[in-house]
């Protein structure tokens, strides 16, 4: 055995009390929702018999909550008058761009447990390319052939750092992919007269349209598609062997499988949709693509932490995370705190308490409660 | 073009011994439990701001409104702040997690960039500069055979820095309580075989590393500014520094200290500023993948 500290061994104790206490609030819970969880049976045996094989079978109260939660993003235009004071139709196309990243960062480091802290260098490279189209090339490119082309530069990027990187493990991946991050923003400022360095580069980009319930479908509608192929692929076999790497990875390499084809495979998928969100960046923002709005390290750890709040290895966790977070840092919290930075301390607080007491993820939690809620084996 | 070697030779050797520094704390946290602590260079800014804070009036936190101590006295008082802030950042976060490297890694960069935001908080975006040797005790700046204008606390920097490795030296092999951190750092199963508290080891180790860290801050902040972001050159200068010389050990740390302190400033003067960066980068990735072990590294093969 271990020796634990006097610290820990504390706050083991106040988990365990908590629990306990927690307990008859959980079994009134269970009282009301259980009927709930009844009544929404059937429509989900609906769905379990139909799509259920590809994207996993759920409990009624699951499907009732996913479909509510599903909804809500998807009439977000419809409802966010009631809140006039908000600015949500801004706030959630932002959050779905987010989305996208954390989704996209989930599908290569949540599953593989490869951690990758240079996703940010990806949808970098997908807003630098668009970036330097139009400053460079001809300014009156429109998003038709400028988002094709930063796809690609993301792709090329994912492939560029995949294959080397891969070969290290654990920590040593982390720290490349880290290092990928300082590499490309060290690059930007050594070639400052070509990218213009910090300041990025402020070519007046037209958005899509500039009706505002519009532009959120034009970011919600690709996220919710990608959702859609990332689960699938998810719970594909693909997705599974992903999963045994993440477990063992040399159990993998014995079942005849090569883990480095699927764990290049699985970088190089979860770059298209790195650069996918990059260029929905660069439409949405319409602002400068300098290193802070897309490359610097920030970035990529607040892919992360959306990913980790949400629930690592989930998909539909961090879709969720990157709408929580957005919420809370822009809207909630904006009602307590005027100032930007406390703002993002109590965030970053948030995530290291779910890092430390909750690694599995907010949704994860309430997911597999709901669940339990009918008593079945879960 | 080669007139001014001199001037970048002892530049060079200067920069050299605080990245040492900045380095050491950051190689000795790894050695014990494994951890890459990304907190680091939250650290130094944290030693950075508490010496401000102590010695000058730039920042005003209501309970510290208008102390102005000594230099002297603010030094040690920083430190201490510092390494305490250390040991804290083990016990109530990293002890938690340290069994999954992963996620120790996620949490200390979190750790560092909500001091970002505190630091924003408190003290603004605007950066600040402070003395560390007063006026009236030292000249500004010192002259060196034929190098002129050398800055003073850049000196008094490298003599404090081979103090400290002097003093880390000696505690690590000559006392006890030191040998049993290296022990820890060799074979944790051999040191536990042995009668040391691990458990110990580990936050004395934090409360070390946080000491050189500060220092380490101080200086770095009295050489060039204190801003919110200074964090992230030094702590990616620490790693590359730590990957080269070789995880988790002190040597190594040192040596490579001085290899990328000549090579940033060799590049800094004769490609450009810009490129003093990529270059170090770049050896970095090629360190990590021809000899991931390192210069003095030894793998790490402990079940």
């Known amino acids: 055995m271990r020796r634990r500290s006097a610290f820990v061994r504390l706050t083991r104790r106040t988990k365990a009390l908590l629990r306990r206490a927690l307990l008859p609030v959980w079994n009134a819970l269970r009282l009301v929702l259980g009927p709930v969880d009844r009544v929404l049976q059937p429509l989900a045996n609906g769905y379990n018999r139909s799509l259920g094989r590809h994207f996993g079978e759920m409990t009624g109260l699951q499907f009732g909550i996913l479909a509510l939660g599903f909804g809500g993003i998807a009439t977000v235009p419809f409802w966010s008058p009631l809140f006039p004071d908000m600015s949500l139709n801004s706030t959630l196309a932002l959050a779905a761009i987010w989305a996208i990243f954390a989704m996209s960062w989930d599908i290569q480091s949540g599953y593989t447990g490869y951690i990758s802290f240079g996703h940010s260098v990806l949808s970098g490279a997908a807003a630098y390319t668009i970036g330097l189209l139009l400053l460079h090339h001809d300014p009156s490119m429109g998003p038709a052939l400028t988002i094709p082309l930063g796809v690609l530069a993301a792709l090329v990027m994912g492939l560029v750092i995949a294959v080397p990187a891969l070969r290290l493990r654990g920590p040593y991946f982390s720290l490349i992919t880290l290092v990928g991050v300082l590499l490309f923003t060290n690059l930007v400022f050594a070639f400052s007269e070509w990218t213009q360095g910090e300041l990025g580069i402020n070519r007046p980009i037209d958005p899509f349209t500039y009706e505002p319930w519009l532009r959120y479908y034009y970011m919600v509608i690709p996220m919710f598609l990608i959702a859609i192929g990332l689960t699938y692929v998810a719970r594909s076999n693909v997705g599974m062997v992903l999963v045994a790497i993440r477990e063992n990875e040399t159990a993998v390499s014995d079942a005849g499988l090569d883990p480095t084809k699927f764990k290049v495979s699985s970088f190089v998928l979860s770059s298209i949709p790195m650069g996918i969100g990059g260029s929905l960046l660069v439409y949405f923002r319409g602002g400068p693509v300098s290193p802070s709005n897309v490359v610097e390290l920030q970035n990529s750890i607040e892919m992360i932490a959306i990913a980790v709040v949400g629930g690592m290895g989930s998909i539909v966790g961090p879709l969720f995370g990157a709408f929580l977070l957005f919420f809370l840092e822009e809207e909630l919290l904006r009602e307590f705190f005027e100032e930007s930075s406390i703002r993002t301390l109590v965030l970053w607080l948030l995530v290291l308490g779910v890092l430390v007491f909750a690694r599995n993820g907010v949704f994860r939690v309430l997911w597999h409660g709901l669940g339990a809620v009918g008593g079945d084996e879960e | ?303």
């Open chain 2, 1 to 303: 073009m080669l007139s001014g070697l001199p001037t970048v030779l002892v530049n060079a050797a200067l920069i050299s011994a605080l990245y040492a520094l900045i380095a050491i704390g950051f190689t000795m946290i790894f050695g014990v439990g494994g951890i890459l602590n990304l907190a680091h260079g939250a650290l130094l800014m944290a030693g950075a701001y508490a010496y401000l804070l102590l010695e000058r009036d730039t920042i005003s936190v209501a309970s510290l409104e208008s102390v102005t101590l000594h230099p002297f006295l603010a030094f040690p008082i920083a430190v201490a702040v510092v390494a305490l802030l250390s040991y804290l950042l083990y016990v109530v976060i990293v002890q938690f997690v340290e069994d999954n490297p992963v996620t120790t890694f996620l949490a200390t960069i979190v750790v560092a960039l909500a001091a970002t935001e505190v630091t924003l908080h408190y003290a603004g975006s605007a950066s600040h500069t402070y003395t560390l040797i007063p006026e009236d005790l030292l000249p500004a700046t010192v002259g060196l055979g034929p190098v002129e204008g050398i800055r003073t606390v850049e000196v008094v920097g490298f003599a404090v820095s081979w103090i400290a490795i002097g003093a880390l030296w000696f505690y690590v092999t000559k006392t006890d309580s030191g040998r049993a951190i290296r022990a820890t750092s060799m074979t944790e199963r051999g040191a536990q075989l042995t009668g040391v508290d691990v458990h110990a080891v580990r936050g004395r180790t934090w409360l070390i590393a946080g000491a050189l860290a500060g220092i380490g801050g101080i200086f770095l902040g009295a050489s060039s500014q204190a801003t919110p972001t200074m964090w992230l050159h030094p702590l990616s200068l620490a790693f590359i520094i730590v990957v080269i010389g070789g995880i988790g050990s002190i040597k190594g740390s040192i040596v490579a200290a001085y290899l990328i302190g000549f090579l940033q400033t060799g590049v800094g003067e004769y490609l450009g500023q810009n490129f003093r960066g990529i270059l170090s980068l770049a050896l970095l990735v090629i360190v990590l993948f021809v000899l991931p072990q390192g210069l003095f590294g030894r793998e790490f093969h402990e079940a």
